[in-house]
């Protein structure tokens, strides 16, 4: 029976005490250590060889640590270690243990002894073909199982696959191996073949997107979460770690599994970086940095809008081949693109702009709009042919006849100043609010500044269709 005091909402000992069977092991002591994150981990404390000792992780405390204090107190030649795993990375108390941070825990290390240490952690030895530079060895590689093995001069055995129940693609064979191993596992065959878990914690998170707009409105979802877990069936939550180093965090929030917008991003800043934290319902957690790309799409707002170089002193057409829904953030319905162009007029200069789409046989159903410098509404207009376009079209690859959607705008500017116009689907028509437009497709623009008025007299469309200019003066 156990002396330890458990604390039952996370069966975590408040101090690790060792426990020890009542029979001494005959080929020397062995140490078993577990971590209390591992499922059932009170079904494998009980489970182990007779003879062994059973060191309970406190799981808020430094576990090289405590393995150090517990083998001072208790000496062994054989040291086995369970705990949830990753590539090259063992989950032992508050800090994982892996090449990055091997060396701070040298001078423990090497005062362990252990003849044998048998690690009972999924996919540790995985990374383990990976070899990387020391830097306090020139030109030596090294990994991190053969790093344990050099400080601790132990004989090291692990595995690169799951630890625990078959069913689950586990099994308990250590197959990667340093040194000859003299120890057998430290649980019983019944154990081992009860067990219903495996030794693995969340190892990865993914977001669907990470590339969004700069202009997108607050509370867009940008992407879903999903978590890697070699226990199936594991549910997951997500969090956002906040700290110094974090700082980006603050723009963004999480609501269940997707990750939004919670601040205006800042200007001129091409990424943020943010930390995720993803909890299982056993209270495994995992860590990983995310890096969220922004783009300003030329033309989404009239901030990004792309300069025709129109202007009085240079008055040359302009002509453009665009498309509605080559917006990059694929958490917004392609049909909510917008496209916006600048230009510069003087009070009293008189342009066109000119939409084909339907005209060469495209999807898009356009809307033109003619905004001032802040945004506001001047002019709009749809489903009207250009001076000289037929106002009926006939298809001759599907053989039949359909109206010309197109639309057309003669302005004349009221004062001198910058001056935008907007080309979207019809049914999307306030600047950059995201609204589902009626269609997506290819269309050409063109926007020429003429130095007199339009010539009443000029042909209308073949139809007798006027020209529709909705004038918006306050």
């Given at each position: 029976?156990?002396?330890?005091?458990?604390?039952?909402?996370?069966s975590?000992?408040?101090?690790?005490?060792?426990?020890?069977?009542?029979?001494?092991?005959?080929?020397?002591?062995?140490?078993?250590?577990?971590?209390?994150?591992?499922?059932?981990?009170q079904?494998?404390?009980?489970?182990?060889?007779?003879?062994?000792?059973?060191?309970i992780?406190?799981?808020?405390?430094?576990?090289?640590?405590?393995?150090?204090?517990?083998?001072?107190?208790?000496?062994?030649?054989?040291?086995?270690?369970?705990?949830?795993?990753?590539?090259?990375?063992?989950?032992?108390?508050?800090?994982?243990?892996?090449?990055?941070?091997?060396?701070?825990?040298?001078q423990?290390?090497?005062?362990?002894?252990?003849?044998?240490?048998l690690?009972?952690?999924?996919?540790?030895?995985?990374?383990?073909n990976?070899?990387?530079?020391?830097?306090?060895?020139?030109?030596?590689?090294?990994?991190?199982?053969?790093?344990?093995?050099?400080?601790?001069?132990?004989?090291?055995?692990?595995?690169?696959?799951?630890?625990?129940?078959?069913?689950?693609?586990?099994?308990?064979?250590?197959?990667s191996?340093?040194?000859?191993i003299?120890?057998?596992l430290?649980?019983?065959?019944?154990?081992?073949?009860?067990?219903?878990?495996?030794?693995?914690?969340?190892?990865?998170?993914?977001?669907?997107?990470?590339?969004?707009?700069?202009?997108?409105?607050?509370?867009?979802?940008?992407?879903?979460?999903?978590?890697?877990?070699?226990d199936?069936?594991?549910?997951?939550?997500?969090?956002?770690?906040?700290?110094?180093?974090?700082?980006?965090?603050?723009?963004?929030?999480?609501?269940g599994?997707?990750?939004?917008?919670?601040?205006?991003?800042?200007?001129?800043?091409?990424?943020?970086?943010?930390?995720?934290?993803?909890?299982?319902?056993?209270?495994?957690?995992?860590?990983?940095?995310?890096?969220?790309?922004?783009?300003?799409?030329?033309?989404?707002?009239?901030?990004?809008?792309?300069?025709?170089?129109?202007?009085?002193?240079n008055?040359?057409?302009?002509?453009?081949?665009?498309?509605?829904?080559?917006?990059?953030?694929?958490?917004?319905?392609?049909?909510?693109?917008?496209?916006?162009?600048?230009?510069?007029?003087?009070?009293?200069?008189?342009?066109?702009?000119?939409?084909?789409?339907?005209?060469?046989?495209?999807?898009?159903?356009?809307?033109?709009?003619?905004?001032?410098?802040?945004?506001?509404?001047?002019?709009?207009?749809?489903?009207?042919?250009?001076?000289?376009?037929?106002?009926?079209?006939?298809?001759?690859?599907?053989?039949?006849?359909?109206?010309?959607?197109?639309?057309?705008?003669?302005?004349?500017?009221?004062?001198?100043?910058?001056?935008?116009?907007e080309?979207?689907?019809?049914?999307?028509?306030?600047?950059?609010?995201?609204?589902?437009?009626?269609?997506?497709?290819?269309?050409?623009?063109?926007?020429?500044?003429?130095?007199?008025?339009?010539?009443?007299?000029?042909?209308?469309?073949?139809?007798?269709a006027?020209?529709?200019?909705?004038?918006?003066?306050?």
């Amino acid at each position: 029976m156990r002396n330890s005091s458990l604390a039952h909402n996370n069966s975590i000992t408040l101090e690790p005490p060792l426990h020890q069977n009542a029979h001494p092991h005959a080929d020397g002591e062995i140490l078993v250590v577990i971590d209390p994150r591992v499922d059932n981990y009170q079904m494998l404390s009980v489970g182990v060889n007779p003879g062994a000792k059973v060191l309970i992780l406190n799981p808020s405390r430094d576990g090289i640590e405590q393995i150090t204090k517990a083998i001072a107190t208790e000496a062994a030649s054989s040291l086995h270690i369970v705990c949830h795993g990753a590539p090259g990375l063992l989950y032992l108390g508050k800090t994982p243990l892996n090449l990055a941070n091997i060396e701070q825990y040298r001078q423990q290390l090497l005062e362990w002894g252990v003849a044998d240490i048998l690690l009972y952690a999924c996919n540790v030895a995985a990374g383990d073909n990976v070899l990387f530079p020391t830097s306090f060895i020139p030109y030596q590689f090294t990994s991190f199982l053969h790093r344990l093995h050099e400080l601790t001069g132990a004989n090291i055995a692990a595995s690169a696959g799951r630890i625990g129940n078959s069913t689950q693609g586990g099994s308990w064979h250590l197959e990667s191996q340093i040194g000859e191993i003299a120890s057998g596992l430290a649980f019983s065959p019944e154990i081992m073949q009860a067990y219903p878990g495996i030794l693995a914690k969340p190892t990865d998170i993914s977001l669907s997107n990470t590339f969004v707009e700069g202009n997108l409105p607050f509370g867009i979802p940008i992407g879903s979460f999903s978590t890697t877990d070699a226990d199936i069936g594991d549910t997951h939550t997500y969090s956002l770690a906040f700290g110094e180093v974090y700082t980006d965090n603050h723009f963004f929030a999480i609501d269940g599994s997707s990750l939004t917008i919670k601040e205006p991003f800042l200007e001129n800043k091409d990424s943020y970086n943010i930390m995720v934290l993803t909890h299982d319902q056993a209270g495994e957690f995992f860590w990983e940095p995310l890096t969220i790309n922004v783009s300003q799409e030329v033309g989404d707002t009239i901030e990004t809008a792309l300069s025709t170089q129109l202007s009085p002193v240079n008055p040359a057409p302009f002509t453009f081949t665009g498309t509605i829904t080559d917006h990059q953030n694929i958490a917004l319905a392609p049909e909510s693109d917008i496209d916006i162009f600048s230009l510069q007029l003087n009070a009293g200069d008189l342009m066109t702009i000119d939409i084909d789409a339907s005209e060469f046989g495209s999807s898009l159903d356009a809307a033109l709009r003619v905004l001032d410098w802040q945004g506001n509404e001047l002019a709009q207009s749809s489903n009207n042919p250009a001076p000289g376009e037929d106002l009926i079209l006939f298809q001759p690859e599907q053989n039949s006849m359909s109206l010309n959607l197109d639309p057309y705008i003669e302005f004349t500017a009221l004062e001198t100043g910058t001056y935008y116009v907007e080309v979207k689907g019809e049914n999307n028509l306030a600047l950059a609010n995201y609204s589902s437009g009626s269609s997506t497709g290819e269309y050409n623009l063109e926007i020429e500044l003429l130095d007199k008025p339009i010539d009443p007299m000029v042909p209308l469309g073949a139809s007798g269709a006027a020209i529709m200019v909705d004038p918006i003066l306050g």
